[in-house]
């Protein structure tokens, strides 16, 4: 029986990079669309001016910057380091998107 393989690759530092692509590009979706309607405000200092100076920009910066760490991840030799280094920065992700969850929740009135 063959077996289907989501991955073409074994790359464990790849799959983590993947991850952390796909919760940034969440991540900057849900963060503008909280400043467009004022449910939120942009926590971090930079990434703020950045967005009052152009949103093109900000969607670049916040996608762009995982989407290179994807590349690399697929071109370096894998170390210890990394593989923290990514886990520790795909938790802090999925923290911030439980807070979107949260947030748009109560915007919506649904919890």
Not at 94 to 100: E, F, K, Q, R
Request: glycine share 0%; hydrophobic share 55%; net charge positive.
């Amino acid at each position: 029986m063959a077996t289907i393989r989501l991955f073409p690759t074994e790359n464990k530092l790849f799959k983590l990079s993947l991850c952390l692509t796909f919760l940034a590009i969440l991540d900057t979706f849900f963060t503008h669309y909280g400043i467009q309607y004022e449910h939120i405000e942009e926590a971090n200092p930079v990434m703020k001016t950045v967005y009052e100076n152009s949103v093109f920009l900000f969607f670049s910066i916040k996608i762009a910057l995982p989407f290179l760490l994807l590349i690399f991840s697929i071109k370096i030799t894998p170390k210890r380091y990394f593989y923290v280094l990514i886990s520790s920065a795909v938790f802090l992700y999925s923290v911030t998107l439980c807070l979107h969850i949260v947030w748009i929740a109560l915007a919506f009135n649904i919890i």
